[in-house]
């Protein structure tokens, strides 16, 4: 039963290990390093008994960085003080939901404006424009990385990113931007919800019929893209024991025909709806394969030809199958990517009777995985690759990045929209994942989160995480925002004290802890190659105690920079 997790991740650390950084301001690249394998322990046999362990610093930022997007000092202190039942029903809280985009592209665009939205005012309801669709799209985008910047403690931000994954559309591909924000309202409205009901509505979604072309499916010439998909990425799967065949993919597009997204909506004030035409509708019989029991769905015209939806739902909600791959896709994404057998059967399938028995409420079945021995077994801590959205956005909440020029809603859309492109680069542009299966680092055996990291992008996160710590986060060509180093370590307990001061940056930032030899290691960078801890200590005192003196806020700065510079190319750093 040795876990393979160590042989999985040789790979990834060997590009990590032994490899001495370079300063980026010399001009020369820089790699990421690590100076030990990741050693992983034989997994026990956990399963979702509650877990009854310590609950300390290590149990606390296993739990936030699976349901956070990096992890602020706040946070970790007020989590600290919670029991762990207490830090699940706050991380399952739903969070409010925030205010719509506006339009700030107007302002910082260079080019063509639209005259339709007023400055300040969301687009959500404008009438469709081509001329205008890009940059409500772009803002769109903006919104959802600013939502997830300023999101609370809770699960609401991953959530939303673990359903847009697993009921995928592309913004860019639909180009109709108040379709793609309904889109995301109803990923967030039912994040905590009941399944069954958010695939109803997904199925309804005008968003969804066109970007799988359910608003062409019609009796003439139906349309199967949306009715495989429904079984194959959002329900069923593929997994050891999924069984539809063809003919399932068929006889459910024959039940889906007649429904279109409402085009004069799309092209007028207000929201989009979708319409269900009945001339449209297949009215025959609909048979299914032995894998849903031989099901005839029975054709039916007119307005009741909708009710053929609903027993298409059922029957696929029916299937144990279904319970099933919503438990796998689960683990994926908070535990761990790979399924063995031990956790097929000791986690997968009771939380699969968990689903079932509360008839696809996700609620209790995210209740139970939480706080599991299972998920805090310790194989489990440390075992996942950030996504370009844990890096970055996970980065500058950490660091609590403080933008130049406070309120200055322009800058901030700005600075959001050049994230886009940062992310994009490393493999995930928000709102736009590469096609309806998601991202491949979610599903995509044998790599899965591995594929977040390849030659471009391990560069690419160097740069983003040293420009972040040296110059400043790129904006604009005439704006950089830097991290202000100074002011965050600051606001930690002791940042004197050379020891507490890079715990407590390992707690924050790195994915597993350190070995003391490694800790003594960067320690040397605050001490200047000395040895003793007092060359760091008085340094930072003679900085506190003189803030205005410029030497004594060099001499501190300069030492920090070059420690988070090593600290954020560790391998441990990519870690979640």
Known sequence: NKDPRPKDLAPLVAKFREVEPVDLTSGQEVAFQATKPYQRTARTQSGLTPYSGLWEIPQVRHLLRRSLFGITKSELDIFKTLTLSQSIDRLLTPSPVP???????????????????????????????????????????SWLIKNIINQEATLSEKMLLFWHNLLATQSWGIFIAKTSYQYFELLRRNSFGNFKTMIKEITLDPAMLVYLNGTRNQKEAPDENYARELQELFCIGKGPNSGYTEGDVQAAARVLTGYMINWEQVNSEGPVGSVFIEQRHDTSDK??????????????????????????????????????????????????????AEAEQNVIAP???????????????????????????????????????????????????????????????????????????????IADPPSVSGWPAYYQAPQYDKAWITTDTIS?????????????????????IPADLLSFVGSLDLPADPNQLLTDLSDLFLGMPLADQELDQLKTILLSGQRADHYWTDAWNDYVNNPSNGVFRSTVETRLKSLFQRLLQRGEFQLS
Do not use: C
């Not at 031989?294 to 199958?321: A, C, H, K, Y």
């Not at 699969?352 to 021995?373: C, F, K």
């Not at 370009?388 to 403080?402: Q, S």
């Not at 690419?460 to 950089?480: E, K, Y």
């Open 99 to 141: 205010p719509p985009p506006v339009n700030l592209y107007n302002s910082a665009s260079e080019g063509i404006e639209d005259p339709t939205v007023a400055d300040g005012e969301t687009w959500i309801n404008a009438p469709y424009n081509n001329e205008y669709e890009g940059r409500r799209i772009t803002s769109l985008k």
């Open 287 to 340: 048979q299914f394969s032995e894998f849903y029991g031989n099901r005839i769905i029975t054709g039916r015209s007119g307005e009741e030809g909708q009710q053929e939806l609903d027993e298409l739902l059922d029957m696929i909600f029916d299937n144990n199958e279904t319970a099933m791959y919503l438990s796998r896709r689960l683990y994926q994404f908070f535990v761990y990517s790979e399924i063995d």
């Open 460 to 480: 690419s996160r160097a740069t983003t995480s040293d420009s972040l710590v040296f110059w400043g986060f790129w904006v604009t060509r005439d704006i950089q």
């Open 351 to 429: 939380l699969a009777d968990i689903i079932r028995a509360n008839d696809y409420e996700v609620m209790p079945a995210l209740r139970t995985l939480l706080q599991s021995e299972h998920f805090f077994d310790q194989v489990n801590y440390g075992a996942m690759i950030k996504s370009p959205v844990d890096h970055l956005l996970g980065l500058w909440r950490t660091l609590d990045v403080p933008s130049p020029n406070p309120g200055d809603a322009r800058l901030e859309y700005l600075t959001h929209r050049s994230m886009i492109w940062n992310m994009a680069n490393k493999g995930l542009e």
